[in-house]
Each structure stands twice: as C-alpha cells, then as structure tokens.
C-alpha cells in the first residue's frame, strides 16, 4: 500500500467508499502478497464499519427532521415506490 492512508475517520462518506470499492476490485483481481491482502482486508473492514456508521447518523438525522417538520411516515406502511406498484401487476398484465 506504498503511501501512507489517510486516518479512516476523517473521510467523507463518498471518500471512504471510493477507498473501499478500490481496495475490493484490487482484492477480487488477486496477485496481492498475502501480509498486503491481510492489511486490504482490514482496512476494508474499517472503512465499511465507517461507511455504515456515517448512513446511520443520516438516517437518524433524517427522521429526527422527520418528526421535528411532521413529515413523519408510518414504519408498518412503507412508500409505495413504482417497483412495489409493478409487483402487485398479475400474470394477464405480462406481454408475453
């Protein structure tokens, strides 16, 4: 990994998941000697766990303006998106 990373905490989202698919097309392609492959893998790993921990403040983010603004959705219905709207299409409705 010749130079030195920039420490995982700092990086954006986008950043930390631009590294984070680098390092896993460099891991899928192979050729990697082992100890660097050990080291790309953990790195991975951190920068997964940073990836997940930013969505998640976002998400808490998001539903705490949610309520603050009454913009707040019932979890038991979820939105109607035009994927769940083609779902409950019947067999008639295919074209073919």
Same mark, same amino acid.
């Given at each position: 990994?010749?130079?030195?990373?920039?420490?995982?905490?700092?990086?954006?989202?986008?950043?930390?998941?631009?590294?984070?698919?680098?390092?896993?097309?460099?891991?899928?392609?192979?050729?990697?000697?082992?100890?660097?492959?050990?080291?790309?893998?953990?790195? $991975?790993?951190?920068?997964?766990?940073?990836? *997940? #921990?930013?969505?998640? @403040?976002?998400? #808490?983010?998001? @539903?705490?303006?949610?309520?603050?603004? $009454?913009?707040?959705?019932? #979890? &038991?219905?979820?939105?109607?998106?035009?994927?769940?709207?083609?779902? @409950? @299409? *019947?067999?008639? &409705?295919?074209?073919?």
């Amino acid at each position: 990994m010749g130079e030195k990373a920039p420490e995982i905490s700092s990086l954006s989202f986008e950043e930390a998941l631009k590294e984070l698919e680098a390092l896993s097309q460099r891991l899928s392609q192979g050729g990697l000697p082992l100890e660097e492959s050990v080291e790309a893998y953990a790195r $991975g790993s951190e920068l997964r766990k940073h990836c *997940n #921990d930013l969505l998640k @403040r976002a998400e #808490d983010r998001v @539903r705490e303006l949610d309520q603050k603004f $009454g913009n707040q959705q019932d #979890d &038991d219905e979820p939105e109607e998106t035009p994927v769940s709207r083609r779902s @409950r @299409r *019947n067999d008639d &409705d295919i074209p073919f």
